[in-house]
């Protein structure tokens, strides 16, 4: 008899997106003419073409590839050395902070390492999150054991859920309680909010306190326009002792289809043991990592390593103000139809208030079957995203202004 995983029975009706893709669908085959019309502002894609320098950069490693005496067959699981140095040389070094290259692990995407990540903590580990909150955190703890059932509201027991809202800026208050391992996200997706440096200060002093341990997505960075806003945990002292930090290429070099990504864990970081005893987390993702995973292809991460040229550090930036842009002219249009806006100043997406007496799937049809426009409903993200909905700004400039002029007139 082959049984099977029963916690992924406990998942609710499905993952935010095929939802969304399964109405869209429908829409579509309902009505040809709105579908010929239908713009998507909902999953976070990008648009733009990756840039020349990763192009030019992944060409020449095809022709390496071409020829015995640069052939490259399997690389190292953890990253090559000139990706990793790279990283460490112009994210952290170039800013003061202290990352060596062998604390960076290459992967192919950071949602998978947030969810990876888990198979290296222990069961009865509390875990807090944020609410509302990318839904790859819950997701893939349900999928390992870690909570119970979801109540009426979506809410799985056995998971500390951290409330976000207008009132605390999206960033949630430090828990009473003592927690183990915590979800933070920022700048923020879905609500655009970012933690200032105080505020991140008292998260790693909590995780100091409790021996807790961060978990700090920080896919977006590159798109914080204010300096005083931290881009990295590291920035704040004492994170090396207590956060793993996730980072990503997909949205600032436009890899969403070429997959690259990276994870930092310091060498200082500990665990604990049953009995209390710490134990480094360097090594034990180590093993996982090259036991689980083949390494993100030699062709990939020399177009990786091209976006800390100057050619590619000019052309990113090329990229972020291309879709910052675009997050003005949606925060500027939802403010001129009357909404409540939140978010695309240091992140690319905008978080909006719904109507009053409107939830955010009913926002999301009026916006699919009224304006044929597709966004991203609150409530997929947490029962706190209720009442609001998150627009991308990962778009053409042309769809972008015409979703501005279809917004505008929205009855």
Not at 173 to 199: F, H, K, M, S, W
Not at 291 to 320: H, M, P
Not at 336 to 348: D, K, M, R, T
């Amino acid at each position: 008899m082959a049984y099977i995983n029963e916690n992924y029975l406990k998942l609710k009706a499905g993952y935010l997106f095929p939802e969304i893709a399964r109405r869209v669908k429908v829409f579509n085959e309902s009505n040809p003419e709105g579908a010929k019309r239908l713009i998507r502002c909902g999953i976070g894609d990008v648009t733009e073409p990756l840039p020349e320098a990763v192009r030019y950069a992944m060409h020449d490693a095809v022709d390496e590839q071409g020829v015995p005496e640069t052939f490259k067959g399997y690389g190292p699981e953890q990253g090559y050395d000139f990706l990793r140095n790279a990283i460490a040389d112009h994210d952290f070094k170039a800013r003061g902070l202290n990352v060596e290259p062998d604390e960076i692990f290459i992967s192919d995407g950071s949602k998978c390492d947030t969810g990876n990540i888990l198979d290296i903590f222990g069961a009865g580990n509390k875990i807090a999150i944020t609410d509302p909150v990318y839904p790859v955190y819950v997701d893939t703890n349900v999928m390992i054991g870690n909570t119970g059932d979801a109540n009426e509201n979506g809410a799985y027991e056995g998971l500390v859920y951290l409330k976000c809202n207008a009132e605390n800026g999206f960033v949630p208050e430090i828990p009473a309680e003592p927690v183990d391992l915590i979800y933070l996200c920022y700048p923020n997706n879905p609500t655009g909010a970012t933690a200032t440096r105080a505020q991140l200060e008292a998260w790693v002093a909590y995780a100091l306190k409790n021996k807790a341990i961060l978990l700090y997505d920080a896919a977006y960075e590159a798109f914080i326009q204010d300096p005083a806003i931290p881009r990295s945990i590291y920035e704040i002292e004492g994170a090396r002792d207590c956060a793993i930090e996730f980072r990503s290429f997909s949205k600032n070099g436009g890899f969403t289809g070429v997959r690259c990504a990276f994870i930092v864990i310091p060498k200082t970081l500990m665990g604990r043991k049953k009995d209390g005893t710490p134990q480094a987390i360097h090594p034990l993702w180590s093993r996982r990592h090259s036991t689980k995973f083949n390494g993100a292809s030699y062709i990939v991460q020399r177009g990786a390593a091209a976006l800390y040229t100057d050619e590619g550090k000019s052309q990113v930036r090329a990229l972020i103000e291309h879709y910052m842009g675009n997050a003005a002219l949606l925060v500027q249009a939802c403010k001129e139809a009357g909404l409540s806006v939140f978010g695309g100043i240091n992140a690319p997406y905008v978080w909006v208030g719904c109507p009053t007496g409107v939830t955010s799937w009913q926002m999301f049809d009026k916006m699919l079957n009224e304006a044929n426009v597709v966004i991203t409903p609150g409530a997929g993200f947490g029962s706190a995203g209720e009442g609001y909905f998150r627009i991308s700004a990962f778009n053409t400039r042309a769809n972008v202004e015409e979703v501005c002029r279809r917004i505008k007139a929205l009855q």
